[in-house]
């Protein structure tokens, strides 16, 4: 384990080498950069598809330079479960290569700025002669057609454009962007349901498609009913810092020992319960309280009430009351604090797996949980081209070809000093 690495006390795994699950037999090729791609092919890969990511030399997927003291944690985590094969996409026989790659795949996964894939000679059109069957998805900004479809499209500029931003940060402060790749995952989490849509629809039907997913798209659709609501408000919702737009109380409340404990009563009977606990009965039938819309116009004070209460007692204190009562709370917790909490820990949220550099590292378990068929931890996140001799044997390259690759540098066979 390297100096200064913090040991923690998760559930212990091994890897397995097997590649069983309910995606068993589904061929991913992953040509995906950053995080929206990979966090697709992880949900394929974790359930037992066999996901290739094919990168580009010398350095490989740009998320293996997302590093903490010197370490890709980024890439240990969403690389896991997969194999690697490094190519050099600027010399000659490249394309030639990923299309017999590709002709062996299921899937092609692809977050090139539109256009890209076509100026290589691989657009659908092409690729659906090489497989018919094939499924492209394709990650993008802000998608394969608009205006915007040709501009660079990292997930911070979604979250700006979206409506995210200028929705989320303190009521009269300036918008604030998530300190995450919140666009990509959200773009990730639709990415692999759309790729298990369209694996239903090929066997009914036979014949592959094209997917476009669109960062902004992926976004917009989790920010609630914003256009609606503007129809009928006819102005944007404000700021609201840790409250909410729709529900009253729900905010992050100070106690007395300087922790906080998120409350959400979002339901009118979870109110009143919360009303009864505090010992403001009353406010049940007050004219304004009694219903959620009326206690979001007085947010303000609902908080005064209810933080005042909670800012009275110790963090233990105000949730052993009201998990007595029933109340929908808990606490505020950061990395630290969730490496305490036994629940994290017996239900495996978090689990360590062995490490060539660290020993062990931890990231979560596979989601979601399926009882029957369950994902599981096969191989460590690869170095680059690690599996190159592997990927090429079984896409029919014999040793003489496998040979002058190497020799061309079109591939490298593994580089120890990339992960």
């Given at each position: 384990?390297?100096?200064?690495?913090?040991?923690?006390?998760?559930?212990?795994?091994?890897?397995?080498?097997?590649?069983?699950?309910?995606?068993?037999?589904?061929?991913?090729?992953?040509?995906?950069?950053?995080?929206?791609?990979?966090?697709?092919?992880?949900?394929?890969?974790?359930?037992?598809?066999?996901?290739?990511?094919?990168?580009?030399?010398?350095?490989?997927?740009?998320?293996?330079?997302?590093?903490?003291?010197?370490?890709?944690?980024?890439?240990?985590?969403?690389?896991?479960?997969?194999?690697?094969?490094?190519?050099?996409?600027?010399?000659?026989?490249?394309?030639?290569?990923?299309?017999?790659?590709?002709?062996?795949?299921?899937?092609?996964?692809?977050?090139?700025?539109?256009?890209?894939?076509?100026?290589?000679?691989?657009?659908?059109?092409?690729?659906?002669?090489?497989?018919?069957?094939?499924?492209?998805?394709?990650?993008?900004?802000?998608?394969?057609?608009?205006?915007?479809?040709?501009?660079?499209?990292?997930?911070?500029?979604?979250?700006?454009?979206?409506?995210?931003?200028?929705?989320?940060?303190?009521?009269?402060?300036?918008?604030?962007?998530?300190?995450?790749?919140?666009?990509?995952?959200?773009?990730?989490?639709y990415g692999s349901?759309?790729?298990?849509?369209?694996?239903?629809?090929?066997?009914?039907?036979?014949?592959?498609?094209?997917?476009?997913?669109?960062?902004?798209?992926?976004?917009?659709?989790?920010?609630?009913?914003?256009?609606?609501?503007?129809?009928?408000?006819?102005?944007?919702?404000?700021?609201?810092?840790?409250?909410?737009?729709?529900?009253?109380?729900?905010?992050?409340?100070?106690?007395?020992?300087?922790?906080?404990?998120?409350?959400?009563?979002?339901?009118?009977?979870?109110?009143?319960?919360?009303?009864?606990?505090?010992?403001?009965?009353?406010?049940?039938?007050?004219?304004?309280?009694?219903?959620?819309?009326?206690?979001?116009?007085?947010?303000?004070?609902?908080?005064?009430?209810?933080?005042?209460?909670?800012?009275?007692?110790?963090?233990?204190?105000?949730?052993?009351?009201?998990?007595?009562?029933?109340?929908?709370?808990?606490?505020?917790?950061?990395?630290?604090?969730?490496?305490?909490?036994?629940?994290?820990?017996?239900?495996?949220?978090?689990?360590?797996?062995?490490?060539?550099?660290?020993?062990?590292?931890?990231?979560?378990?596979?989601?979601?949980?399926?009882?029957?068929?369950?994902?599981?931890?096969?191989?460590?996140?690869?170095?680059?081209?690690?599996?190159?001799?592997?990927?090429l044997t079984e896409?029919g390259f014999d040793?003489?070809?496998?040979?002058?690759?190497?020799?061309?540098?079109?591939?490298?066979?593994?580089?120890?000093?990339?992960?």
């Amino acid at each position: 384990m390297s100096k200064g690495v913090q040991k923690m006390s998760w559930q212990k795994h091994a890897f397995d080498g097997r590649s069983d699950g309910p995606m068993q037999g589904v061929r991913v090729i992953d040509l995906s950069r950053l995080v929206a791609g990979n966090m697709t092919s992880l949900q394929l890969a974790d359930f037992g598809a066999d996901v290739i990511k094919v990168e580009p030399l010398p350095l490989g997927d740009p998320l293996r330079a997302w590093k903490q003291g010197g370490i890709s944690t980024f890439w240990t985590v969403y690389g896991r479960n997969k194999r690697s094969i490094g190519l050099d996409f600027r010399k000659e026989g490249a394309i030639e290569l990923l299309k017999r790659l590709i002709a062996t795949a299921d899937i092609l996964i692809e977050s090139f700025r539109p256009g890209t894939l076509e100026k290589m000679g691989l657009g659908p059109e092409v690729l659906h002669e090489v497989s018919p069957k094939l499924i492209i998805l394709r990650v993008s900004g802000f998608g394969q057609s608009g205006p915007y479809s040709s501009r660079p499209g990292f997930g911070t500029l979604v979250e700006g454009m979206s409506g995210f931003a200028s929705r989320n940060g303190e009521e009269g402060g300036d918008p604030l962007l998530p300190p995450l790749a919140l666009a990509d995952m959200i773009a990730g989490l639709y990415g692999s349901n759309a790729l298990l849509m369209a694996l239903r629809s090929r066997a009914t039907s036979g014949k592959g498609q094209v997917i476009d997913l669109a960062l902004l798209d992926a976004m917009t659709s989790v920010l609630g009913p914003e256009a609606l609501d503007y129809q009928l408000l006819h102005k944007p919702k404000p700021r609201v810092g840790n409250g909410s737009n729709t529900s009253s109380p729900r905010n992050v409340y100070q106690t007395s020992d300087g922790g906080f404990i998120a409350l959400s009563a979002s339901m009118q009977k979870t109110a009143e319960r919360v009303f009864r606990c505090i010992g403001r009965e009353d406010l049940i039938t007050h004219p304004d309280f009694c219903t959620n819309e009326q206690r979001v116009a007085r947010r303000h004070a609902v908080d005064q009430i209810v933080g005042g209460w909670i800012g009275e007692r110790t963090m233990e204190e105000g949730l052993a009351i009201f998990d007595e009562h029933g109340i929908t709370a808990a606490p505020v917790y950061d990395i630290e604090d969730i490496s305490k909490d036994q629940h994290f820990r017996k239900r495996g949220i978090y689990v360590e797996l062995p490490d060539d550099d660290l020993g062990g590292a931890a990231m979560h378990a596979p989601v979601p949980r399926l009882l029957s068929t369950p994902g599981g931890f096969h191989r460590a996140a690869p170095r680059i081209s690690e599996h190159a001799r592997q990927i090429l044997t079984e896409a029919g390259f014999d040793d003489a070809e496998f040979t002058a690759l190497l020799e061309s540098e079109l591939i490298s066979e593994s580089v120890h000093d990339n992960k």
